[in-house]
């Protein structure tokens, strides 16, 4: 079965610079979501989108903005990137009919220098 | 807002059955969702309680009790590869977005 895909899988960035994540989520899945985990922390939630329009946003940064396109990928870009930014990132997808069963990628391993 | 609190670590021996507990106060509550995490890898969801009353597929079970606000996340016959970390999350009300507990972390010795 398809799975949520995510890249680049690890970015080594340095202070400043500016980074994009992508995301495809499972076909037919009409929500995706963006979270950050830092290292022994659970999953914050950043952003979401339904229907490619966007939807909820949590504590996503003001340097940090996202978007869906036509063909439901979703990217998030990442800008004045700060030494605390190093996280994992994940993308997931679900369908409304089962928010609460949420599909993650593998994640973006982002280490900012 | 939403809280949810769970124990930050259980070790337990392979073939044995551990419960890992989460409480949590929600302003809207539809159900608690339970997660699995191995080291570096994504979360994989595991199970969903919307209603009271225990939940089970295959070594995995989910109880939620509303009234008390509690669910726990029953895992039996141990095996060394459910050594991983386990979160309890609900959805936010009103929002397509999930908030996590801060995680369990499940140590399985031989």
């Known amino acids: 079965a398809a799975g949520v895909i995510q890249s680049p899988r690890h970015l080594i960035k340095e202070k400043r610079e500016t980074a994009t994540l992508k995301c495809y989520p499972i076909?037919?899945?009409?929500?995706v979501y963006w979270y950050q985990q830092g290292p022994g922390q659970d999953p914050q939630f950043l952003i979401s989108?339904?229907?490619?329009?966007?939807?909820d946003k949590g504590s996503i940064p003001d340097r940090f903005s996202a978007q869906q396109f036509s063909d439901y990928h979703s990217e998030l870009n990442m800008s004045s990137l700060e030494l605390g930014d190093s996280a994992l990132y994940f993308c997931a997808s679900s369908r409304t009919e089962g928010l609460e069963t949420q599909y993650f990628g593998p994640g973006t391993r982002l280490l900012v220098l | 807002g939403q809280s949810l609190e769970q124990p930050s670590e259980v070790t337990a021996v392979e073939g044995a059955i551990v419960q890992i507990n989460c409480t949590y106060q929600?302003?809207?509550?539809?159900?608690l969702s339970w997660y699995q995490q191995h080291d570096g890898g994504a979360p994989t969801f595991l199970s969903y309680n919307a209603l009271d009353g225990l939940e089970e597929t295959g070594r995995f079970s989910s109880f939620l009790s509303r009234s008390d606000s509690y669910g726990y996340l029953l895992l039996q016959e141990l095996q060394m590869k459910d050594s991983a970390s386990y979160f309890c999350?609900?959805?936010?009300?009103?929002?397509?977005?999930?908030?996590f507990g801060s995680g369990t972390r499940l140590q399985v010795q031989p």
């Open positions: 076909p037919r899945h009409d929500t």
């Open positions: 929600t302003s809207g509550f539809y159900g």
């Open positions: 999350a609900v959805l936010d009300t009103g929002r397509r977005a999930l908030t």
């Open positions: 989108f339904y229907e490619k329009m966007q939807s």
